[in-house]
């Protein structure tokens, strides 16, 4: 088992900054790969971004690419999501999630964070 819990969401203006992290305790977390997805009401779980459990490859949603950064520290156990230039359209339930292996950019992750929320003004 992986637990993983969310912080840093909150309310930002448009063009303002954040950075979300992903504390993971349990299981070894540098052997799981790490996603970031985000959620509206009405709408299906949206993926943001995905870290491969070495750090050596990301992938990004097209809408968040040159604007957000994932990373990670195994050290730490945690995940980050350093996100810039939001926008209103970011404004969602911001969730991150872990799988044993390789990232992928689906949601078939095992394990699931509660979400934080993130919520940009215009």
């Known amino acids: 088992q992986v637990q993983l819990v969310e912080s840093g969401g909150g309310l930002v203006q448009t063009g303002g900054s954040l950075r979300l992290s992903c504390a993971a305790s349990g299981r070894t977390f540098s052997s799981y790969s790490m996603g970031w997805f985000r959620q509206t009401p009405g709408k299906e779980r949206e993926f943001v971004a995905a870290?491969?459990?070495?750090?050596?490859?990301?992938y990004y949603a097209d809408s968040v690419k040159g604007r957000f950064i994932i990373s990670r520290d195994n050290a730490k156990n945690t995940g980050y999501l350093q996100m810039n230039s939001l926008k209103p359209e970011d404004t969602a339930v911001y969730y991150c999630?872990?799988?044993?292996?390789?990232?992928?950019?689906?949601?078939?992750?095992?394990?699931w964070g509660q979400g934080t929320q993130v919520t940009v003004s215009s």
């Open positions: 870290i491969h459990w070495s750090g050596g490859t990301t």
């Open positions: 999630a872990a799988r044993y292996g390789v990232a992928v950019t689906t949601t078939r992750y095992a394990y």
